[in-house]
Structure formats: structure tokens, C-alpha cells
């Protein structure tokens, strides 16, 4: 039998990810274009556009019903008006009626959220938040990003805004963020920072002993060939995985800064569960529990240490996911 499928595009700076997801979150059919971001405007929506005809012209979509199209992009968006006001990965847009563009091209009702936001829907409908009232959702990648779903509802506060959780300050004399504060949790614990300290500790290591026995003893230097510039984020969770000590520590200072930030979240918010993706979620996976006990430590809410804290069940594609998410989200 023919079933409703709802249209979920991710739209990057590079890639424009779109498909079709059914109702029990499944992905059913999907595709990859490029973004042609640094261009005009209406360069950037044939993008896009041309990344919906594809999804349309499958055989999913003719054999079932496409009810609507969701959006999920990084930046500000304001829900409200489907606009993306300013976008620093798509700088094509500037307060840019993207709703009303895409619904003309496709007679098809359309919606759109930063993509924190759609990727916390996902996760609150389908995944790893599903039954849970209150869900707290972060993403861990190259920056931090985080969403807020109460009662299958995105909250956006007044204008929009609200759910900004990755520059929220942990120290207000700390390094200066991209977004111009300074000591957002997002420079101490995003993938650049969990990199820049395995390197400072890697650099530090090797004044102390020979290149030599420190390749020998290092898997974080056996993996990066030496050099030490090259340890990224991802390096220093599979060094970890191996038993290297220094990745281990790495990680769990990052655990430790986590645990800080997440007393403060909790104590604001308590949500039922906390839910963690992005490329780098995984890095943290290990040391849930460690987090959930420092939460006593942090934490003023007395039972804070009982909140669950769960990987995410969608990995790259919750950009889709969550986009799709959007067109089943009671309107307000």
C-alpha cells in the first residue's frame, strides 16, 4: 500500500543531502548534490531545487505520497517566516525567503529549522529520545550544537534563537569563540579544541624524550605519522580505543568540561533524557557514566545524576532525518 513520506533536504555548504523518510523514521530513498554555496542566491536555490527533482523523480515517490518537504540548515533561521537570516557556511543567503522559494518550485507544503534543531526533532520523534517528554539533544563535530524538543515540539524562544546551547560561556576569560564571546564550551570541547590539547601534550612529550621513543610509545603519533599537526579529533578517539594514555587523558578532560556545562544545562532545563550525535558523539560514548556521577558535582538538582545520557541513533544522516521531522511537528 502507498504511504505518506515526508521530503528531508540537509543543506551544507558543500553537499545538499535530501530523501524520503516514512513515517517510523526510516529513510527510504536517497541522494547527494552539490551546494554551490559562495554563489548568488539563485544559484543556490537551483541547487537545492535540483536536489528535490531527484528525490521526486524516484520511484519512491511516485509509488507514494510526498505530503511536504522539511529543510534543515546551519545557521539562523527563523522558522515563523522561513527565512535563513545569515548562515557562515552559506553565505549565498542573506535573510533569504527559502520557504517560499521552494514551495513555489514544488506546489508542495514546506517547513525549516536550523539543523540542531531538525536533528533534535529526529532524535525526540524516532530515535534515541523517542518517549521521552523533554529532550536535550547535542551535537558534537566541528563545533558544538544543541536542541531543545518538549512534548514533540521544538522550543525556539522568542524569535527564533533560543536552543544556541554550544555558546553557552563555562569561562568568561577563556579563548575567544567564533562566535565572539569568549569561553564557550564550544572552544574547549568541540573537535578543534579536543585536538589543538592532544597536540599541546603530544609537542610538550616530545621535548622530553626522542622522536624516536616517542613514535614507539605514541599511538596518537603512530596514526598522525609523526606529525604532530596532523592529531585530529578523530585520531585521538582511535588512539584512545587502543589504550594510548594520552588520548585517554585528553578525552577525559573533554569529559570533565562536558560535565561542567551539562550541570548548568540541567539545572536550567532538566530534561528527561540527554541525547548525544554529531560526527564526534562517539568520542564521548565511553565516558557517559563518568559524566552522569561529575553531574553530582555540578549540578545543584538533586537527582540530576539519574538523567540518562544516550548516543544518538542517527549518525550522517540525521540531516535528512531531522529535516523530515519537521513535517510531522504539531504546528504551534
Request: include cysteine; hydrophobic fraction near 45%.
Given at each position: 500500500?502507498?504511504?505518506?513520506?515526508?521530503?528531508?533536504v540537509?543543506?551544507?555548504?558543500?553537499?545538499?543531502?535530501?530523501?524520503?523518510?516514512?513515517?517510523?523514521?526510516?529513510?527510504?530513498?536517497?541522494?547527494?548534490?552539490?551546494?554551490?554555496?559562495?554563489?548568488?542566491?539563485?544559484?543556490?536555490?537551483?541547487?537545492?531545487?535540483k536536489?528535490?527533482?531527484?528525490?521526486?523523480?524516484?520511484?519512491?515517490?511516485?509509488?507514494?505520497?510526498?505530503?511536504?518537504?522539511?529543510?534543515?540548515?546551519?545557521?539562523?533561521?527563523?522558522?515563523?517566516d522561513?527565512?535563513?537570516?545569515?548562515?557562515?557556511?552559506?553565505?549565498?543567503?542573506?535573510?533569504?525567503?527559502?520557504?517560499?522559494?521552494?514551495?513555489k518550485?514544488?506546489?508542495?507544503?514546506?517547513?525549516?529549522d536550523?539543523?540542531?534543531?531538525?536533528?533534535?526533532?529526529?532524535?525526540?520523534?524516532?530515535?534515541?529520545?523517542?518517549?521521552?517528554?523533554?529532550?536535550?539533544?547535542?551535537?558534537?563535530?566541528?563545533?558544538?550544537?544543541?536542541?531543545?524538543?518538549?512534548?514533540?515540539?521544538?522550543?525556539?524562544g522568542?524569535?527564533?534563537?533560543?536552543?544556541?546551547?554550544?555558546?553557552?560561556?563555562?569561562n568568561?576569560?577563556?579563548?575567544?569563540?567564533?562566535?565572539?564571546?569568549?569561553?564557550?564550551i564550544?572552544?574547549?570541547?568541540?573537535?578543534?579544541?579536543?585536538a589543538?590539547?592532544?597536540?599541546?601534550?603530544?609537542?610538550?612529550r616530545?621535548?622530553?624524550?626522542?622522536?624516536?621513543?616517542?613514535?614507539?610509545?605514541s599511538?596518537?603519533l603512530?596514526?598522525?605519522?609523526?606529525?604532530?599537526?596532523?592529531?585530529?579529533?578523530?585520531?585521538?578517539?582511535?588512539?584512545?580505543?587502543?589504550?594510548?594514555?594520552?588520548?585517554?587523558?585528553?578525552?577525559?578532560?573533554?569529559?570533565?568540561?562536558?560535565?561542567?556545562?551539562?550541570g548548568?544545562?540541567?539545572?536550567?532545563?532538566?530534561?528527561?533524557?540527554?541525547?548525544?550525535g554529531?560526527?564526534?558523539?562517539?568520542?564521548?560514548?565511553?565516558?557517559?557514566?563518568?559524566?552522569?556521577e561529575?553531574?553530582q558535582?555540578?549540578?545543584?538538582?538533586?537527582?540530576?545524576?539519574?538523567?540518562?545520557?544516550v548516543?544518538?541513533?542517527?549518525?550522517?544522516?540525521?540531516?535528512?532525518?531531522?529535516?523530515?521531522?519537521?513535517?510531522?511537528?504539531?504546528?504551534a
Amino acid at each position: 500500500m502507498p504511504e505518506s513520506l515526508a521530503l528531508g533536504v540537509d543543506i551544507g555548504g558543500t553537499k545538499v543531502a535530501a530523501g524520503l523518510v516514512d513515517p517510523r523514521g526510516q529513510i527510504v530513498f536517497k541522494t547527494r548534490r552539490p551546494m554551490v554555496a559562495k554563489r548568488g542566491a539563485e544559484e543556490g536555490l537551483a541547487a537545492v531545487v535540483k536536489a528535490i527533482d531527484v528525490v521526486l523523480a524516484s520511484d519512491a515517490a511516485r509509488e507514494n505520497n510526498v505530503t511536504g518537504i522539511g529543510i534543515s540548515t546551519p545557521g539562523y533561521v527563523n522558522p515563523a517566516d522561513g527565512h535563513v537570516v545569515a548562515a557562515a557556511n552559506l553565505p549565498c543567503w542573506r535573510d533569504f525567503p527559502l520557504v517560499a522559494e521552494i514551495a513555489k518550485a514544488t506546489k508542495l507544503p514546506v517547513r525549516i529549522d536550523n539543523d540542531g534543531n531538525a536533528a533534535a526533532l529526529a532524535e525526540a520523534i524516532w530515535g534515541a529520545g523517542a518517549g521521552y517528554a523533554r529532550v536535550f539533544y547535542i551535537t558534537l563535530g566541528t563545533g558544538i550544537g544543541t536542541g531543545i524538543v518538549i512534548d514533540g515540539r521544538v522550543y525556539h524562544g522568542r524569535t527564533g534563537g533560543a536552543g544556541e546551547g554550544g555558546h553557552l560561556v563555562i569561562n568568561y576569560d577563556g579563548p575567544r569563540c567564533g562566535c565572539g564571546k569568549h569561553g564557550c564550551i564550544e572552544v574547549y570541547a568541540a573537535g578543534p579544541a579536543i585536538a589543538r590539547r592532544a597536540q599541546e601534550k603530544l609537542a610538550a612529550r616530545l621535548k622530553g624524550h626522542s622522536r624516536k621513543r616517542a613514535l614507539a610509545t605514541s599511538k596518537m603519533l603512530e596514526l598522525a605519522e609523526g606529525h604532530v599537526p596532523r592529531v585530529t579529533a578523530e585520531i585521538v578517539g582511535k588512539a584512545a580505543m587502543e589504550g594510548d594514555p594520552v588520548a585517554t587523558e585528553t578525552l577525559q578532560e573533554t569529559a570533565d568540561l562536558l560535565s561542567v556545562w551539562l550541570g548548568g544545562i540541567i539545572d536550567l532545563l532538566e530534561p528527561d533524557v540527554i541525547v548525544v550525535g554529531g560526527g564526534l558523539g562517539h568520542l564521548t560514548a565511553s565516558f557517559f557514566g563518568y559524566i552522569r556521577e561529575q553531574l553530582q558535582r555540578w549540578s545543584i538538582a538533586p537527582r540530576a545524576h539519574e538523567i540518562p545520557i544516550v548516543s544518538a541513533m542517527y549518525g550522517a544522516e540525521s540531516g535528512i532525518a531531522g529535516a523530515a521531522a519537521l513535517c510531522i511537528e504539531p504546528k504551534a
